[in-house]
């Protein structure tokens, strides 16, 4: 996983005074609104990557032309949690990777608190924007608790029933530290 | 009963860790109560009026001697000493103080239970038929599709933080004693034309606000294919549920605003996991999968499948006690030597559904003497033993009255649905207890009670419906007007059962009463009915048949300080 410092992003959105500029010339590190890319998306050059800022109202199965092909323009899909309950982004992620196999960066901005990151790690996040006052200590402990889970996801598609169990167990139970100081 | 694998041992432990660090730095001041609430929701703990409430998960409702023993122990030595068992089966204790929360969870990690996703909006403990595996009108046995369907949504990542709470129930028998029809999910299990054992999928039912019975989406999904047609059926509802509004967020919502266009996104999304998605197929359940779970819901070692059934005595030479205990706290099996054994928890002086630690022990022990080590929890919130041999139905009558289980109440007025209401929870708008032992005393005569038969009243102290009021043939419904506590009355309403009719809401009969006026009303509504009744009709028959306007006369005649409108 990795931790989006908004201070060094490579990415950067394309806005005049009066919000997201309507027609935004192709050049490189573009963070788009979907509305944005609409407007430019049959003229933008191919090989030239672009990122997309994506509502979570959005069917991502309508994104499907756009993640076609051998050489897709987009490299960045952003993912918003307008309140951290909200989990529709965790569908969407998902069904990027899994359906359209979008093998990009796939990133979780908004409210975005330290317990997520289990979630968001496997439903298909390997970026994350913290909100402002969480912790990335905290957030790379949040990943270490579960050393597997029941249902398969995005990063381990088998559930449980499909792998070796006992093979998991034991690599678990020789790594000492996973529970140290958890009082159990 | 299904035995944890080392794996499902550390996934608990894991879990217990995870929240051990999450209160650590909410007590810290690291993490404040608006975000740790969905937390520790999601780990059954949930604030209430005095302290938190810790709901405990009982799978389908399976609890061991063992594991009530363990709950026995937490609540003398966390709680004030008992704990209430719930319509779905789990076990809610009141009085835990939030920074023994963690000692608490390790304690309930040793006997293989937990409180994950019995609270939250995530998908909840699976609930079953209280007769799983053992009743004589069972097509498949449910419970290895609970124990799959329960691993399969716990801790699913995607389906963490839904719009709302989501409810599975599931029964494999003709009769519906698990009121699938109120669940946002319900799946019956069956057998078509070839054998093949396949569900029949209902989806959009809940009580609340706006009491919906689930329709049918698929009429028969194969049993190997089910996980994928769940994923398919809540991805749908995380994408589409309401968020907007708390009140429209049930997938209830979703349905019926949307009819045969919902059934088409989740047949279409069903159709794009299996065809398209990457390893799509891979909840595709194997027989084998389904072979491991199931081999160990045979049946208990020691039991005797074979025996003959005891000679029943001759009726007239049984105390008039113990043949009415058989007739309603007894159960047929489908092994001819057993029986299933219900133990009431509705008894003068205590809540519905509530024992003491003391209690909880003794019932511990008659699991183990009679019925080996095995209990249900029951939708009607009593308890039940499931392998109880014939001839030690005696024995078991005289130890059960001694730890005071044996009322011969089962199906009747006083085994009554009730949530804990306004004395602990902090949503109720009205006390649910005080009602409740009201209409026990006023209709404590036995006499009376087996003349009215079999009845279903359920109580809910607010409209989130714990108490089921809408599927109550009488339902009773705290509301609040200006501060004080009201109660609406409704008759005629169903669960789903053969008894009870097809699901559907009572109806409500008048202007809301007053808490002292209840038990009148309640009783001029039976008395409506013993005095309309035609030979061998029930509550239930003679409400539907006769609609809500002779109890409604009846019930406003009792009136002292509420006025009735009229009709």
């Given at each position: 996983m990795r931790f989006i410092d908004p201070r060094h992003d490579r990415w950067h959105r394309v806005e005049g005074e009066d919000g997201p500029v309507p027609h935004p010339d192709p050049l490189a590190d573009r963070l788009l609104t979907l509305e944005q890319w609409h407007a430019v998306r049959d003229t933008w050059p191919r090989g030239l990557a672009a990122g997309l800022l994506l509502?979570?109202?959005?069917?991502?199965?309508?994104l499907a032309e756009d993640l076609?092909?051998?050489?897709?323009?987009?490299?960045l899909l952003v993912l918003q949690f307008?309140?951290?309950?909200?989990?529709r982004a965790y569908s969407q992620a998902r069904v990027l990777r899994?359906?359209?196999?979008?093998?990009g960066e796939v990133r979780a901005v908004g409210e975005?608190?330290?317990?997520?990151l289990p979630l968001l790690q496997r439903t298909g996040f390997d970026a994350v924007q913290l909100?402002?006052?969480?912790?990335v200590e905290a957030a790379v402990r949040a990943?270490?608790?579960?050393?597997?889970?029941y249902q398969g996801d995005?990063?381990?598609?088998?559930?449980a029933f499909s792998r070796d169990l006992l093979a998991e167990a034991a690599a678990v139970s020789n790594d000492a530290g996973l529970y140290a100081g958890q009082g159990i | 009963m299904y035995q944890y694998t080392e794996f499902d041992r550390q996934f608990v432990r894991a879990r217990a860790a995870q929240f051990r660090d999450q209160l650590r730095r909410h007590l810290d001041g690291e993490l404040p109560d608006e975000e740790f609430k969905a937390l520790r929701l999601q780990n059954g703990w949930y604030v209430q009026r005095h302290a938190p409430m810790l709901r405990v998960a009982v799978p389908y409702g399976e609890l061991s001697s063992r594991q009530l023993h363990q709950l026995a122990r937490i609540a003398r030595g966390f709680d004030r000493d008992y704990g209430h068992f719930t319509t779905r089966q789990n076990l809610q204790f009141n009085w835990i103080p939030l920074a023994r929360a963690a000692e608490v969870m390790e304690l309930l990690a040793e006997v293989d239970m937990h409180g994950i996703?019995?609270?939250?909006?995530c998908i909840r403990n699976i609930t079953s038929d209280?007769?799983?595996?053992?009743?004589?009108?069972?097509?498949?046995?449910p419970r290895p599709y609970c124990e799959i369907l329960r691993q399969w949504s716990t801790l699913h990542p995607e389906f963490a933080f839904l719009p709302r709470k989501f409810k599975i129930a599931v029964t494999g028998a003709h009769?519906?004693?698990?009121?699938?029809?109120?669940?946002?999910i319900g799946l019956q299990l069956l057998k078509n034309a070839q054998g093949e054992v396949g569900f029949k999928v209902l989806a959009g039912g809940g009580m609340g606000r706006t009491p919906i019975v689930g329709s049918v989406i698929g009429e028969f999904v194969p049993w190997q294919q089910i996980l994928v047609y769940l994923e398919a059926i809540v991805r749908v509802y995380n994408r589409l549920?309401?968020?907007?509004n708390l009140y429209k967020a049930r997938i209830k919502i979703l349905v019926k605003a949307e009819g045969q266009a919902f059934v088409d996104a989740v047949n279409a999304e069903f159709r794009h996991i299996l065809?398209?998605?990457?390893?799509?197929?891979?909840?595709?359940?194997p027989q084998a999968e389904l072979d491991r779970v199931a081999r160990c819901f045979q049946?208990?070692?020691?039991?005797?499948?074979q025996r003959a059934p005891a000679a029943a005595?001759?009726?007239?030479?049984?105390?008039a006690a113990y043949r009415r205990w058989l007739e309603r706290n007894v159960h047929a099996h489908r092994l001819p030597a057993y029986r299933a054994v219900t133990l009431s928890l509705?008894?003068?002086?205590?809540?519905?559904?509530d024992a003491t630690g003391d209690q909880m022990d003794r019932a511990a022990e008659l699991a183990t003497r009679f019925s080996h080590g095995e209990l249900r929890v029951t939708h009607d919130q009593n308890l039940l033993l499931p392998w109880v041999r014939d001839d030690e139905l005696p024995a078991l009558w005289v130890a059960a009255r001694e730890a005071g289980?044996?009322?011969?109440?089962?199906?009747?007025?006083?085994?009554m649905i009730a949530c804990p209401g306004g004395d602990f929870c902090a949503?109720?708008?009205?006390?649910s207890i005080p009602v409740a032992t009201a209409i026990s005393e006023r209709f404590e005569d036995l006499d009376r009670l087996y003349d009215i038969g079999d009845i279903d009243l359920h109580l809910s102290?607010?409209?989130?419906s714990c108490g089921h009021h809408h599927s109550g043939h009488i339902g009773i419904l705290g509301v609040d007007k200006d501060g004080d506590e009201w109660y609406q009355i409704t008759v005629a309403?169903?669960?789903?059962s053969t008894l009870s009719g097809a699901a559907v809401p009572g109806k409500v009969i008048g202007p809301s009463f007053a808490a002292e006026e209840v038990p009148d009303a309640i009783e001029a509504v039976i008395e409506t009915y013993r005095r309309e009744?035609?030979?061998?009709?029930r509550f239930i028959d003679t409400s539907r048949r006769l609609g809500p306007l002779p109890f409604r006369a009846a019930a406003d005649a009792v009136r002292r300080t509420t006025a009735a409108t009229a009709v």
């Amino acid at each position: 996983m990795r931790f989006i410092d908004p201070r060094h992003d490579r990415w950067h959105r394309v806005e005049g005074e009066d919000g997201p500029v309507p027609h935004p010339d192709p050049l490189a590190d573009r963070l788009l609104t979907l509305e944005q890319w609409h407007a430019v998306r049959d003229t933008w050059p191919r090989g030239l990557a672009a990122g997309l800022l994506l509502p979570n109202t959005l069917d991502v199965d309508t994104l499907a032309e756009d993640l076609r092909g051998p050489q897709p323009r987009l490299a960045l899909l952003v993912l918003q949690f307008p309140k951290w309950t909200d989990g529709r982004a965790y569908s969407q992620a998902r069904v990027l990777r899994v359906r359209h196999r979008f093998g990009g960066e796939v990133r979780a901005v908004g409210e975005v608190l330290v317990d997520m990151l289990p979630l968001l790690q496997r439903t298909g996040f390997d970026a994350v924007q913290l909100r402002r006052d969480q912790s990335v200590e905290a957030a790379v402990r949040a990943l270490g608790f579960f050393a597997g889970h029941y249902q398969g996801d995005v990063r381990q598609p088998q559930p449980a029933f499909s792998r070796d169990l006992l093979a998991e167990a034991a690599a678990v139970s020789n790594d000492a530290g996973l529970y140290a100081g958890q009082g159990i | 009963m299904y035995q944890y694998t080392e794996f499902d041992r550390q996934f608990v432990r894991a879990r217990a860790a995870q929240f051990r660090d999450q209160l650590r730095r909410h007590l810290d001041g690291e993490l404040p109560d608006e975000e740790f609430k969905a937390l520790r929701l999601q780990n059954g703990w949930y604030v209430q009026r005095h302290a938190p409430m810790l709901r405990v998960a009982v799978p389908y409702g399976e609890l061991s001697s063992r594991q009530l023993h363990q709950l026995a122990r937490i609540a003398r030595g966390f709680d004030r000493d008992y704990g209430h068992f719930t319509t779905r089966q789990n076990l809610q204790f009141n009085w835990i103080p939030l920074a023994r929360a963690a000692e608490v969870m390790e304690l309930l990690a040793e006997v293989d239970m937990h409180g994950i996703q019995t609270s939250g909006n995530c998908i909840r403990n699976i609930t079953s038929d209280a007769l799983a595996g053992i009743a004589p009108d069972e097509v498949v046995d449910p419970r290895p599709y609970c124990e799959i369907l329960r691993q399969w949504s716990t801790l699913h990542p995607e389906f963490a933080f839904l719009p709302r709470k989501f409810k599975i129930a599931v029964t494999g028998a003709h009769e519906d004693r698990a009121a699938i029809g109120w669940h946002d999910i319900g799946l019956q299990l069956l057998k078509n034309a070839q054998g093949e054992v396949g569900f029949k999928v209902l989806a959009g039912g809940g009580m609340g606000r706006t009491p919906i019975v689930g329709s049918v989406i698929g009429e028969f999904v194969p049993w190997q294919q089910i996980l994928v047609y769940l994923e398919a059926i809540v991805r749908v509802y995380n994408r589409l549920g309401r968020r907007d509004n708390l009140y429209k967020a049930r997938i209830k919502i979703l349905v019926k605003a949307e009819g045969q266009a919902f059934v088409d996104a989740v047949n279409a999304e069903f159709r794009h996991i299996l065809q398209h998605d990457h390893e799509g197929a891979a909840h595709l359940i194997p027989q084998a999968e389904l072979d491991r779970v199931a081999r160990c819901f045979q049946l208990p070692e020691g039991l005797d499948a074979q025996r003959a059934p005891a000679a029943a005595p001759a009726p007239d030479t049984l105390p008039a006690a113990y043949r009415r205990w058989l007739e309603r706290n007894v159960h047929a099996h489908r092994l001819p030597a057993y029986r299933a054994v219900t133990l009431s928890l509705k008894r003068a002086g205590q809540a519905p559904g509530d024992a003491t630690g003391d209690q909880m022990d003794r019932a511990a022990e008659l699991a183990t003497r009679f019925s080996h080590g095995e209990l249900r929890v029951t939708h009607d919130q009593n308890l039940l033993l499931p392998w109880v041999r014939d001839d030690e139905l005696p024995a078991l009558w005289v130890a059960a009255r001694e730890a005071g289980f044996a009322t011969p109440n089962i199906g009747l007025l006083t085994d009554m649905i009730a949530c804990p209401g306004g004395d602990f929870c902090a949503l109720a708008n009205a006390r649910s207890i005080p009602v409740a032992t009201a209409i026990s005393e006023r209709f404590e005569d036995l006499d009376r009670l087996y003349d009215i038969g079999d009845i279903d009243l359920h109580l809910s102290g607010c409209i989130n419906s714990c108490g089921h009021h809408h599927s109550g043939h009488i339902g009773i419904l705290g509301v609040d007007k200006d501060g004080d506590e009201w109660y609406q009355i409704t008759v005629a309403g169903s669960d789903g059962s053969t008894l009870s009719g097809a699901a559907v809401p009572g109806k409500v009969i008048g202007p809301s009463f007053a808490a002292e006026e209840v038990p009148d009303a309640i009783e001029a509504v039976i008395e409506t009915y013993r005095r309309e009744r035609r030979p061998g009709e029930r509550f239930i028959d003679t409400s539907r048949r006769l609609g809500p306007l002779p109890f409604r006369a009846a019930a406003d005649a009792v009136r002292r300080t509420t006025a009735a409108t009229a009709v």
